[in-house]
């Protein structure tokens, strides 16, 4: 039996569902995991049957402090190869900073930062004892851009905290046969904005600057099985965040407020 697997955070929609759909369609063995188990246990049984590949799940909660070492010690329990890390959970919050409790604040940088950071160190390990992993970290075009005005202050800054924290891994791992890619897109269409109370501002956004999420799993993937650094979706993407990196952030922020569905009034 093949015990090499690919652990995906946040597997139950979006992005990440569908990134566990293009792994599986490439053989590879799945581990799920995310809060929903019943939503976990339909997907499971959809992958093995549709790929013909061995997919189980874990059901845990990242903005719980314990929950990487909850998912780490079911695949070693199980004696599960993880040979490829997908860390795609994350959200955003849809209210002002000062009206955000702090308690609320750290979660968020649990899911989308430090969980990150605990996954990947506890599997690294084994990674380094083969010589050979991928890692996957789902940043946003939001890394690139301004920290925004209004909802979600934290959202940026975080993504581009582990958009660093990838680079990282590449200094001090590549040569060791392990490499990690930041996969930034821009806007997707996924449960992410209604999940989050931002669909309203999602729709303002207009249909050109869109991306399905299946497309941009499938680039993801063969991205990060190329081992490279970063992937943003589309020339338009690639464009925005080459802006973002030579103009000034007063300029970005006045295109960004016409653009992005006034995310930055």
């Not at 499971?44 to 909660?61: E, G, M, N």
């Not at 931002?198 to 990060?224: E, I, L, R």
Request: one cysteine or more.
């Amino acid at each position: 039996m093949n015990k090499s697997y690919a652990l995906v955070t946040g597997a139950t929609a979006g992005i990440g569902l569908d990134i566990a759909k293009e792994l599986a369609k490439k053989g590879h063995n799945i581990i799920l995991t995310a809060r929903r188990e019943n939503r976990l246990k339909d997907i499971s049984a959809q992958l093995t049957d549709d790929f013909d590949i061995q997919c189980d799940y874990v059901a845990a909660d990242l903005s719980d402090i314990n929950a990487p070492e909850t998912i780490y010690r079911f695949c070693s329990d199980k004696q599960y190869s993880v040979e490829i890390l997908v860390n795609n959970a994350g959200y955003s919050i849809n209210k002002k900073f000062h009206e955000t409790p702090e308690e609320e604040e750290e979660k968020f940088l649990r899911v989308l930062g430090t969980s990150v950071i605990a996954l990947t160190k506890k599997f690294i390990p084994a990674m380094l004892e083969q010589q050979y992993g991928k890692i996957m970290i789902v940043s946003s075009l939001a890394s690139f851009a301004p920290p925004s005005s209004g909802w979600g202050a934290l959202y940026g800054p975080v993504k581009t905290f582990v958009n660093r924290f990838g680079d990282a891994i590449n200094i001090n791992y590549r040569s060791k046969g392990i490499t990690s890619t930041n996969v930034c897109p821009g806007f997707t269409v996924t449960e992410f904005h209604t999940a989050s109370g931002m669909q309203d501002a999602m729709d303002k956004v207009p249909a050109f600057m869109k991306k399905d999420s299946q497309s941009v799993a499938v680039g993801a993937v063969n991205a990060m099985m190329q081992g490279k650094s970063v992937w943003v979706p589309g020339l338009l993407n690639k464009f925005l965040a080459f802006i973002c990196n030579v103009l000034p952030a007063s300029l970005v922020i006045r295109m960004s407020s016409n653009l992005a569905g006034g995310r930055y009034e």
